[in-house]
């Protein structure tokens, strides 16, 4: 049996050493905290962008490698910057003249992680025939380099990040299900910050510090000037949409326009303007995108340019929204002013059965 001290060291270190308040996702990290110390099995991590899929993929290897469970490398790849020969040469190598341009011998990024961890960022965006050969060498642990004739062995763990639904993937054939299989006996959803209200204080406090430890200035808030970004930090105008980088991105544009070292409340005033802004370019951006992303090109494909664009905008209102809800009102917020008693929730759960979506789905 683990000291009690030890495994809460452990979950401190997975959590940045930052207090985190919200009850989910502290029983989320005891979890994982349990599966990194007990496992070597694959672990997938799910989540927004920003979420902190990277940031905690890396602690999990660091933690075990203080714990004497591993000894080899972090190998980190994004799976969406490989396409091709390259994928293939990249992740499993090659012999010397395997293609035109291979001059000399190539080790690979699998072989590399040999005794560490290999971390496939966005694996989602990973090809069908680098997906085959993965799932070999996860469960044989040997592979065949591109143009050799002799396997290689390599026994690493893994660990992989994605924002898509591997599910909706598997469903419209970009991805294989027997991988999926293979990958997702520990998946762990990382929540968006704006499921996560009651952290956003202790996040900002290490929002602070970090930026004092890299700028050498310690900056404060006006009192008032704090329960004014907190008040709104937390309210549902405040989509967060790339969580973490957006947080720290307003506390470094404050701290760096602070007078004095002290942020005002008219600085956190422009601040939230700023963001605000910035929620509203990326979401008319990504409006179409949210289609195929929550029903699969295919089920897209399938519909009305009539249906699309009303649609896209419900989707896009579903992500944004902390409750089903919170939902209905934003989207009926006219028609309930002209009745005595309307279920909002109601009236968006049917319409979006009739395209077979669930709330869980965002
Ligand atoms: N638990 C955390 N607390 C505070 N800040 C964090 C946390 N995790 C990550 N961050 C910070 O948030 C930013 C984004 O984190 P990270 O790159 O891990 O997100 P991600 O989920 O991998 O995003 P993407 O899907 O875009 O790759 C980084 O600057 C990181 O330092
Ligand atoms: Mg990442």
Known sequence: MRFRQETHDDISFLKSGIETRNLSFNQLIEQIERVAVNSVEPVLLTGPTGAGKSNLARRIYELKRTRRQLKGEFVEVNCATLHGTAAMSALFGHKKGAFTGA??????????????????????????????????????????????????????QLICGTNRDLMVSVKSGR??????????????????????????????????????????????????????FLTFAISSEALWAANFRDLNGAVTRMATLAPGGRITIAVVEEEILRLKSSWHAARTGSNMAILSEIMGEERVAKLDRFERAQLADVLTVCRTSKTISDAGRRLFAVSRTQKT??????????YLKKYDIHWNDF
């Open 103 to 156: 001059i000399g011998d190539r080790q690979g990024l699998l072989r590399r992680a040999d005794g560490g961890m290999l971390f496939l960022d966005e694996i989602g965006e990973l090809g069908i025939d680098e997906q085959s050969m993965l799932l070999r060498a996860v469960e044989e642990k040997r592979f065949l380099p591109m143009g050799s004739d002799k396997e290689t062995q390599s026994n690493f």
């Open 175 to 228: 991805f294989r299900e027997d991988l999926l299989s293979r990958i997702n006996l520990w998946t762990f959803a990382m929540p968006g910050l704006m499921h996560r209200p009651e952290d956003i204080e202790p996040n900002l406090k290490y929002e602070l510090d970090r930026y004092a430890e890299k700028c050498g200035a310690r900056i404060t808030f006006n009192k008032e000037a704090q329960r004014r």
């Open 341 to 350: 008693k309307a279920n909002d929730a109601d009236r968006l759960r049917k």
